[in-house]
Each structure stands twice: as C-alpha cells, then as structure tokens.
C-alpha cells in the first residue's frame, strides 16, 4: 500500500493503522514522488489525497492508472463537490472518501478494492 499525503500526521496516521492490519506501507508526500513509487513497485493500492504540492491526486490519478492499472485507488479529499466523485471515479478511482474520514470505513474501502488473495483470513498479507 502506497499512501500519498502532503500532511504528516494523515500519512504517519495511515501507515500505522495498516500496519497493524497487516500491510505493507509506503508513504509519498505529493504526487510525483507515488509516481516514483508507483514505477518502483507496483503497490497493491494508492490512498491519495487531492489537494498536494508539486503534483496533486487529480493530476496523479491517470498516471498510476497507466503505469500500473491494476492498482486501485482510492482518493481522499476534504475539498471536492459531489458532482465531482463521479468525474474523478471516471478519471481511474476505484473509490473516494471525504476527510475528515473514519478509519473503519476507509479499511473496509480498501478491502473492498483488493484482491481476495491478497488476504491470509482477516490479514493482509502484502
């Protein structure tokens, strides 16, 4: 799993609850660095918020789609109009939360985007 935020403590937030959950995390903190990682390693999933310095979610969505389309992706964002989920759900993403979020919510999205072989029972296990 691959989570993409420009603020510290959603991304130190994240990757410890999905650790926990089993996961393998990675962090990026704008959209040009999760492309760089995207290249590398193919992550399983990319949590995205939109609003980033340097490259935002929007402008990364169809990048992460193109190198790795089987990548899902769900974006997370405190700013965007509900006309706008089903644009960017057209734009790549697999799912969209609003922030701020529940974190039981957003790992049953996450579940629900993966995968039933990426789980060893109620774990995950890359």
């Known amino acids: 799993m691959l989570v993409v935020d420009d603020q510290r403590g959603v991304r130190t937030l994240l990757q410890l609850a999905f650790q926990e959950e089993g996961y393998q995390v990675a962090t990026a903190v704008n959209g040009r660095d999760a492309l760089r ?4 390693w193919r992550p399983d ?3 995205m ?6 490259m935002g979610g929007l402008e990364t969505l169809p990048r992460i789609k193109t190198i790795a389309p089987q ?3 769900i974006i997370m ?3 965007v109009e509900v006309e706008a989920v089903d644009e960017i759900r057209r734009m790549g993403a697999d ?5 701020p979020f529940d974190l039981e919510e957003l790992k049953a999205k996450v579940k629900a985007v993966l ?3 990426v789980f060893d029972g109620r774990k995950a296990v890359r």
């Open 71 to 73: 990548t899902a992706v």
């Open 45 to 47: 999933v990319v949590l």
């Open 37 to 40: 990682q995207v290249e590398r």
């Open 77 to 79: 964002s405190a700013y």
């Open 95 to 99: 799912d969209f939360i609003y922030k």
């Open 49 to 54: 918020d939109v609003r980033m310095p340097v």
């Open 115 to 117: 995968p039933e072989e």
